[in-house]
């Protein structure tokens, strides 16, 4: 089993920046990238970025310059830069973890909130 637990989010005025980050436990060696999903009030949940073990990254198109994520390296935390931040990204932000096996992000963290005010 693999754990994931979040830390970061919170409150910020649109321009701002946030951290996010998530370190993963337990049987970490099932895991081969680690990414963050969103989920907005009344919106399905999508894909924001992702890292792999080669660090190798994909980031959805509407954070693609403001968003980086990094870490991956040792296996058990990434973080997730978030720069000029705007209101449309206020989401609850959840860690996931994709199994090397599955090829699916099939582990998921408690959420995290990042509220963006205009």
């Known amino acids: 089993q693999v754990q994931l637990v979040e830390s970061g989010g919170g409150w910020v005025q649109a321009g701002g920046s946030l951290t996010l980050s998530c370190t993963a436990s337990?049987?970490?060696?099932?895991?081969?990238?680690m990414g963050w999903y969103r989920q907005a009030p009344g919106q399905q949940r999508e894909l924001v970025t992702y890292?792999?073990?080669?660090?190798?990254?994909k980031y959805r198109d509407s954070v693609k310059g403001r968003f980086t994520i990094s870490g991956m390296n040792a296996k058990t935390t990434v973080s997730l830069q978030m720069n000029s931040l705007k209101p449309e990204d206020t989401a609850i932000y959840y860690c996931?973890?994709?199994?090397?096996?599955?090829?699916?992000?099939?582990?998921w963290g408690q959420g995290t909130q990042v509220t963006v005010s205009s």
């Open positions: 996931a973890a994709r199994d090397r096996m599955t090829g699916v992000f099939e582990t």
């Open positions: 337990g049987d970490i060696i099932k895991i081969n990238a």
């Open positions: 890292i792999t073990n080669t660090n190798v990254t």
